[in-house]
């Protein structure tokens, strides 16, 4: 069953009514840098012929997490502070008695019904609940992400990463290792390498980790009202909170694990053709969310 899509237009003057003009000293003024962000998300739908391309099904919108007592969405995306959100959310929502976040475990956090998502929503319920909550997603630089997701699943050693070696690191090993590569060391990691050649040869929707944004999010179908940054999170978490009249709460503290610092020793392991491949496959989030490879690369694709 499709949902109808609800067009609310950006323009700076609803930034201005959305976001004060008078702020502290010592704070940014957020209106300014979501101005960018809209009208750079706006501009990449249009001009990469995705604007509402996308017909919105139900089964779609299991990534949105809904607060109905302060009228909030918010479209988790894996490696981009999710689970510090979905704690936050569980604390809005009243689905944990903690008055701090950070007192939520991470898997708690991640139960299936630790919070609710659109999607167990009826259609007019849906319908309704796009159209006056206020929908934000957190966007991250996709090779960042990646290699987040790289690192915490296949470096790992917990239940969740051993989960991941099994369910698709021996796979991977087995298809895309060259037979003498570590024979004598029986290694059963996963390279970096070989993780990328998975992703380039079989494509990138096999899991919620290494899905594109705008797979999971749908942002060039649904309207968001703010799109937050990994990098600017804190300012825009209180940002959000504030537009949503929620209590005073601090934003967990989000933890890098240097995947910024690694990004150039990781990468430069690929070479220009598998990077330029690779890049082909996140295009969209690139473009979308005005990231690219200068810092990287020393130049951009684009």
Partial sequence: MLIKKVHLSWSPIVALLIFPLVAPADSKYPWLDQISRQEQL???CENMGLKYKKKVTVNMLNHILVDHHHKLLYCYVPKVACTNWKRVLMVLT??????NPIQISASTAHLDNS????SQLTVPEIRESLRQYTLFLVARHPFERLLSAYRNKFLGNNTISNYFKNRYGKYIIQKYRKKSMFADSGSDFVTFREFIQYLIKEGVRSNEHWTPIYDLCLPCSLDYNFISRYETIPDDASTILNMVNAPSLVFPATRSGRTKDNLRFYFQQLSIYEIEALYKLYEADFKLFGYGL???LGYDLA
């Fill in 94 to 99: 009243g689905e944990s008695n903690a008055t």
């Fill in 294 to 296: 200068e810092e990287m």
């Fill in 115 to 118: 919070t609710l998502k659109l």
């Fill in 42 to 44: 706006l501009m990449g």
